[in-house]
């Protein structure tokens, strides 16, 4: 707000000479502020304000971290028996080399893609950095909270976090909620006059606000005095500096799906060790080198890195589309939302509200566009008296607007009227304020005038409290506000009151009570163009959308009219915050499935609302904004917080921020979750399909009396690399078509869910008929048939039908109708999986130590036809599924 120089005096008189004192200790100015120069230079001498970073683990400690995993431990298991067998019976080292070069190799990567991730995060931990206001050169301008430095004037209001420590100037209804440094659940009311001491606890400090504290009410002006790890709140980040990692859900039930693998494949060992040494008297060592053979099977040893890299892909391609995930489970969340507790103004309207009619109680209505009396142009004026909002047009003739929407419709209507703020501020200096909360939706703010003083209030037709002259001014006045909010605009009374002196106790009694009535103004936040068409995806999308507003029953019915929301007045509800708090609990789970607009409604209420849809079972995203949604935003499986309009409180409290304050950009964030979570379950799908078919292959091999199909190195080529390769490239995968026209997972659904456990079952059982027919008729071909020559036949099935099912998981569509090059980097990768595999049979030194051998023109064909099987065979099975709609 821009003071004029009276008023301006009047407010800095009541400072303490303390705060003086302060003032010009810091070597600052309390009206303007640090010069830019001086603000980089204080920059540089103490550091951005920026708590020090958490310890991170060395690169020996990620290292050590992966080498002990279970998949690691196996693996290195292998080689130290391979290494005793090679000692004791001369079988060569190459085994052993492979191995160990396996494990790590996999180290090597999953600590890569995990500093990846990390660098990843800390990147969109900057994008969702704080801002503060400050004030430097005498203008007031939003900087991010990192680049405060001592000396700073800042400004605060509802809903902002406080970011450094600070000395208070001036303060109006000032309440800082200190729980996360006191404890004390209870907002603490500031107070620039009181004179705490240096030794006097948080608590007790009454002048002074704190960095990491949220202010619940009023507003305040202060100067920052430390920064950084100096603050009190940076005093306890020393202590706390440890280092947190957060595992998904998913990545949970993954770790532990590689535990249970290894149990299976300890007791298949254990049955396999059994089989061979007492019925069919191999010998312990053979049947020892097949108990590793088949715990090499059992690990999935690419799925963990594949899931984070799909996760992090998630991330940001959600950037890209204007939202930041604060939190990775979100991105599973999401993708499983099946409501939308959607904010109307600014989400899904412009968030550009405009003046479209006023109305003075002695007058007609009057459009915006046409010339105004005298006396609509003194209401107009009286309106931007009582706001806080401003605009600001550089020489570039770009608008810098900090305010409230509805606030900002007003200075535009003036500057419209060829008035400015500074005028009207002149005609009416203001002294005291009473500012806007959600519970009285009033704001009141008073002015000096001739012979006295103006109390201004503006707020909800509904709750300003008005003496009307007579019934026949109420009756006109109700009936203008109903005309106007049938039309979907949103109504705004103006009322004044004259004192004659000023009041010994400024508040609700003395200035909002007896209030003389003046007129309303009509205004519109009209639909965002792009909203229609998402509420309708959504839809599609089997996502029950649900539109809550503090606006006007009538305006909130209007808007949800227009965008699809309410389709069917007589099956759908439009309930009033009245109406939800005289609804009992029960009622509301009751009628939850009913109601698909709230109007009215505070933000205490969405609570409930997100209990009762979650009761039914429901995956629910709410938005929110404001300090009071923050409850709400934790409740909700998805909280989204708005990056313009959202209050840092509500960004903290979300999982994930919207940017641009775009309701379609929701529905694009649960395309892109869906999109990873489908990419997941390919994943596992790809992958352990080919992991519980070695495990049975290998456990049929020694059951039948022929040995071990496929050896222990082999196995491990086939999973790194053969598998490995193109599986890496599942991240990169577009949504499927209909991916937004299929109903969303229950939030209890596994990854094995919707028949995914049976396809892994299918396919699985597919490549052990097909491996173990290679390798049959490889020990029993009529000129040089052998075991080595099967085992040479099964590992090359083995490897290149693996690494071409990628084509089979990537898409339930036919691969002639998403082709092979949409996914270019996965096509690439799987020709390269396929090239090493065949270079291993053309190389000696690499026969030698895949323990393979070279294969004639019949027997190519053969491991081509029985490769390429598995892909006919599924194009079969979607022919069918896409003709007869059996999928």
């Keep these: 707000m821009v003071l004029n120089e009276e008023s301006e005096v009047r407010s800095f008189m009541v400072f303490k000479e303390s705060n003086e004192e302060f003032v010009r200790r810091l070597k600052t100015n309390s009206v303007n502020g640090l010069t830019q120069q001086e603000a980089k230079n204080r920059l540089d001498l103490h550091g951005y304000n920026e708590f020090e970073g958490q310890k991170k683990e060395t690169l020996f400690q990620k290292s050590l971290h992966h080498i002990t995993e279970i998949t690691s431990i196996i693996l290195m298991i292998a080689a130290a028996i391979s290494g005793y067998v090679a000692i004791t019976q001369g079988t060569g080292w190459p085994k052993v080399i492979v191995i160990l070069s396996i494990v790590i190799i996999n180290v090597v990567v999953a600590v890569y893609q995990e500093s990846k991730s990390e660098a990843a995060l800390e990147a969109l931990k900057r994008l969702n950095t704080n801002t ?61 006059k009181f004179c705490s001491q240096n030794n006097s606890p948080i608590g007790d400090r009454f002048d002074w606000v704190f960095s990491g504290t949220l202010v619940t009410n009023g507003r305040g002006k202060a100067v920052v005095t430390n920064t950084a790890m100096n603050t009190e709140m940076g005093k306890i980040a020393k ?40 019925i069919h008297n191999h010998s312990t060592l053979d049947m020892l080198l097949i108990g590793i053979s088949l715990g090499v099977a059992a690990v999935p040893e690419t ?25 990775i489970p979100a991105i599973e969340t999401i993708g499983n939302t099946s409501v939308i507790c959607s ?25 915006s566009t046409e010339e105004f009396s005298e006396e609509e142009l003194k209401t107009v004026v009286l309106l931007t008296v009582c706001s806080n909002a401003t605009i600001e047009v550089d020489e570039e003739e770009n608008e810098k607007v900090i305010g409230d929407p509805t606030e900002l419709a007003i200075i535009r209507l003036l500057h419209k009227k060829g008035l400015t703020r500074v005028d009207a501020e002149h005609e009416f200096p203001r002294v005291e304020e009473l500012p806007f909360n959600s519970k009285r939706k009033l704001m009141t703010t008073l002015h000096f005038v001739e012979n006295g003083y103006l109390a201004v209030t503006k707020g909800a037709f509904d709750k300003i409290p008005v003496i009307w002259k007579n019934e026949e001014q109420r009756l006109k006045a109700q009936e203008i506000h109903d005309k106007f909010a049938s039309r979907a605009l949103r109504v705004i009374a103006i009322a004044t009151k004259k004192i004659t002196a ?18 309303l103004i009509g205004m519109i936040d009209p639909p965002r163009t792009e909203s229609k068409d998402a509420v309708n995806q959504a839809n599609e999308a089997g996502i029950k959308v649900v539109m809550i507003t503090g606006d006007h029953k009538e305006t909130a019915k209007a808007i949800a009219k227009e965008i699809g929301i309410l389709k069917d007045e007589e099956s759908e509800l439009v309930v009033t915050g009245k109406e939800l708090t005289e609804m009992s609990d029960d009622a509301l789970k009751e009628s939850i499935k009913k109601i698909s607009v709230y109007a009215r409604v505070s933000p205490q209420d969405k609570i409930r609302i997100v209990q009762a849809w979650q009761s039914k079972g429901e995956v629910v995203a709410m938005t929110g904004d404001g300090v009071n949604d923050a409850p ?19 960004k903290n409290a979300s999982d994930m921020i919207i940017t641009d304050d775009n309701f379609a950009t929701i529905v694009s964030a649960i395309k892109e979750g869906r999109t990873s979570f489908d990419n997941i379950r390919k994943t596992i799908y790809f992958l352990l399909s080919v992991n519980f078919a070695q495990i049975f292959i290998m456990l049929a091999g020694v059951t039948l009396g022929w040995g071990a199909p496929l050896t222990a190195v082999q196995i491990l080529m086939v999973n790194v690399i053969a598998d490995g390769i193109p599986g890496f490239f599942l991240s990169f995968e577009k949504s499927e078509r209909g991916v937004m026209k299929r109903l969303p997972l229950r939030k209890d659904s596994g990854v094995f869910d919707n028949g995914l456990g049976f396809k892994i079952f299918q396919r699985s059982l597919n490549f052990v008929i097909i491996v173990l027919l290679a390798f049959f008729l490889g020990a029993n071909a009529p000129e040089n ?7 040479s036949m099964a590992f090359m099935v083995m490897s290149l039908s693996s690494a071409l099912n990628i084509f089979n998981i990537r898409s339930k569509d036919s691969i002639f109708v998403t082709g092979l090059l949409e996914n270019r980097k996965l096509f690439l990768g799987t020709l390269t999986s396929v090239f090493l595999t065949v270079l291993i049979m053309l190389i000696p030194i690499l026969r030698q130590t895949f323990e393979v ?35």
Excluded: H
């Excluded at 904010?343 to 459009?367: A, V």
């Design 853 to 887: 051998i070279p294969l004639n023109r019949f027997q190519w064909f053969i491991v081509i036809i029985l490769g390429i099987s598995p892909i006919l065979i599924n194009e079969i099975q979607k022919f069918i599924a896409s003709r007869y709609k059996f999928e």
């Design 785 to 791: 048939g052998s075991k080595e020559l099967g085992v």
């Design 239 to 278: 202590l706390l500096n440890e280092t947190e990692k957060l595992k998904t859900p998913l990545q949970n039930k993954l770790a532990q799906l590689s535990k249970r693998l290894s149990f299976i494949a300890l007791l298949a060992a254990i049955a396999i060790f059994l089989i061979g040494k007492f």
């Design 632 to 650: 709400a935003l934790k409740a909700a499986d998805a909280g989204v917080a708005m990056g313009i309009t959202g209050t840092e409180v509500s």
């Design 502 to 519: 000023y009041p010994e106790v400024v508040n609700e009694q003395t200035l909002e009570s007896n209030l003389g009535f003046l007129g």
């Design 343 to 367: 904010d109307k103004t600014g989400t899904l309207t412009q968030n550009q509200m405009e003046i479209q009619q006023i109305w003075i109680e002695s007058g007609e209505p009057t459009l």
């Design 132 to 192: 503060t206001t400050v004030i430097r050169d005498g203008k007031k301008s939003r900087v991010n909270a990192n680049e405060l430095v001592p000396g700073d004037i800042v400004e605060f209001n509802t809903g902002d976090i406080i970011t450094a420590d600070c000395q208070l100037l001036r303060t109006n209804s000032l309440q800082i909620d200190e729980s996360s440094l006191t404890g004390e659940s209870e907002p603490i009311l500031k107070n620039e």
């Design 303 to 327: 799925l963990p890195i594949i899931v984070t890299m799909i996760l992090s892909r998630g991330v940001f391609n959600m950037v890209k589309k204007n939202t930041i995930i604060r939190k």
